[in-house]
């Protein structure tokens, strides 16, 4: 059973770019949530999707866009790319609502 | 005012040392995680809790729900266990996160 994998692990974009950030959900299951994790600061939820469909969003403008695959595996794209965009940037994955299991997350820098 | 409040923000230690780290929060939940963050980033799920209390080696969890009020204790503390903990809430979509309390065990 392998665990859940981000890609990549560090991303270095300028400003006014596009990202594609990549989660590969644990063996089983078919829950995926995305958090942005500013330096010193507690993760905050982006979005959660469920069966392919998106199940919930934070506070965070429609330029972060997400998408769930057949297999429940996920993307994270953020358009137009600002500096405070820069965090780390992590998934997790569940069985329908429960326990979640991390990813080890995405270092994106915007420059 | 957030509505996960973790104290203390920083907790250092001398190793065997006995840690409790509290979590605060608002409003009614359907479950309660603690998580383990190391530097680097990748987290650890350590416990989730609806109710009650668990126990896993050496770290014990507990949660009153009537209180709004969870704890993470750990016995015996190490270097190994300096990390960040991280008490986050579970909403049926979403996990709201404390900022975490940073450990430091030294020996």
Known sequence: ETGVTQSPTHLIKTRGQQVTLRCSSQSGHNTVSWYQQALGQGPQFIFQYYREEENGRGNFPPRFSGLQFPNYSSELNVNALELDDSALYLCASSLDHYEQYFGPGTRLTVT | ?107
């Open chain 2, 1 to 107: 005012k957030n509505e996960v409040e973790q104290s203390p923000q920083n907790l250092t230690a001398q190793e065997g040392e006995f840690i409790t780290i509290n979590c605060s929060y608002s409003v009614g939940i359907s479950a309660l995680h603690w998580l383990q963050q190391h530097p680097g980033g990748g987290i650890v799920s350590l416990f989730m809790l609806s109710s009650g209390k668990k126990k896993h080696g050496r770290l014990i969890a507990t949660i009153n729900i009537q209180e709004k009020h969870s704890s993470l204790h750990i016995t015996a503390s190490h270097p190994r266990d300096s990390a960040v903990y991280i008490c986050a809430v579970e909403y049926p979509d979403k996990l709201i996160f404390g900022t975490g309390t940073r450990l430091q065990v030294f020996p």
